[in-house]
Structures are given as C-alpha cells and as structure tokens.
DNA sequence: CAAATATATCGAAAAATTTCGATATGAAAA
DNA sequence: TTTTCATATCGAAATTTTTCGATATATTTG
C-alpha cells in the first residue's frame, strides 16, 4: 500500500453509496436476491442488482463500480453479459493496516 | 462507527496531504522537530510544524485540521497559543474495524 | 496596553467530483 | 442475424471541494 493508491482509496471511501455497497457486499445472501442464471455469490453481486438497490442512475453506478474496482476494492468477473462484484479483502485489510499504526 | 460518520473519515482520507498528515503524526519525534515550549509530544505537534511540512498555506492546513479533528480522526490540545494535533487511535481502529469484515 | 505570534474563519476563484441522459459495446436470445 | 438485455463510456451541467489571501480572534510578550 502507498499513498497515491491509499488516496484513491480515500475517494472511494468518500460517499455514502460507496460506502454501503462496500457494506451490502459484506454478506450478499442478506441483501440482495438470489441470481436467477448463477446460483451463487462465490464472484458476488452483478451490476443491477447493485444499482437497483441504490436508487442511483445505470451510468453512475457503473462508473461508481469501475472506480471501486480500479483502486482495487472490488473484483469484477464476467458471466456472459454479467458483471459480478465482490469485496477485495486483501486490499482492504493492507488499505486498514496502512492506516492503524 | 456508522455510514455518515465514516463517510466523513473518507473524505479527509481522500486527500494525499491529509493522509500524510497522519502518517507523521505516528511517529512525531522522527518526523518535526522538538518543541521548543514544551518538551515532548504527548499531545502531538503544533499546527505550524504540520504547516510548513505541508507547503500549502496556513488557512489550508488549519481548514485541514480542523476538519480531521470535527469527525474524530485528531485530537486538538490547547497550550497557550499552539494548538497540538495527536491522532486519535479508538476512532482510527473503530473506522478500520468498519470497513473490515 | 500595544505589538507580536499562533491559529481560526471568511469569501471567493479554480479545480475536481457527481450525476445524468444519450449512446456505444458486448453477449445472449429470438 | 436482428433484437434484446446488461454494462460501459461520453459529454455536459450541477454541486462540492480545494485553496488562497485577507482578516479576525486568542494568547503571550514587551
């Protein structure tokens, strides 16, 4: 982890809708259906589920996910025309590490 | 530890300077010089040494810290004119523990 | 008490982010 | 292979953040 990195990180960290998609992500089976093609959530939450339950536009949300997965928060795996999200829990704890002392 | 709370922890870890802010601060007797009035860091460092370090103008900084200090990530400690700046470690491990699973 | 020093606040210009609708791309289904 | 569905990208307006110089406040010092 470095600053530069640690500062996009920062950004993304600095909005509300971010932030909770970070927390819905945490336990997916909690909040958000069951996927109708994949029957699990081993690469996550696809992209409209996401941005249904954010009540924000396609396109920011989109942008919002790309982001998150740039600064290495998310990881992003296709399944024919989806997009799944999860967590990068090693970049988030290496992201805490780098801020505790 | 909740969402409007953490997001504004976000925004001040959003900004590469701030965020060095409180890398100094781990470790105050290696990164300023001593004090001159008092004699040790307990409370931190005073705002014109994060000031010059910084290079950017003393309404930033104090703008800056301020802000830090309003959602918890610092401690301020009057002493007569200087203002010292510690970091707060229970609000930094409350945010951390957060984010975290 | 006047001057000097440290920090805080204010107002405003510049820069960055947010957010959208429109549109493009990519993949599956008809 | 055209249509449909999911996601990504683009351009632009609105909003927020950044940053400064000027000025105010608070405290010490002469």
Redesign the pocket.
């Known amino acids: 982890m470095n600053l530069k990195l640690a500062t996009e990180i920062g950004?993304c960290l600095?909005?509300t809708?971010r932030l909770e998609i970070l927390e819905w992500l945490k336990e997916p089976e909690k909040n958000f259906p069951p996927h109708e093609t994949l029957k699990h959530f081993n690469d996550g939450v696809?992209?409209?589920y996401i941005?249904e339950k954010s009540g924000?536009?396609?396109?920011?949300i989109?942008?919002y996910?790309?982001n998150m997965e740039k600064c290495g928060l998310l990881i992003?795996t296709?399944h024919?025309?989806?997009?799944y999200l999860k967590r990068n829990e090693k970049i988030i704890n290496e992201y805490t590490q780098f801020l505790t002392k």
Chains 1, 2 share one sequence.
């Open positions: 950004k600095s909005n809708i696809c992209v409209s941005h924000l536009s396609q396109s920011t989109s942008f996910l790309t992003s296709r024919g025309k989806w997009s």
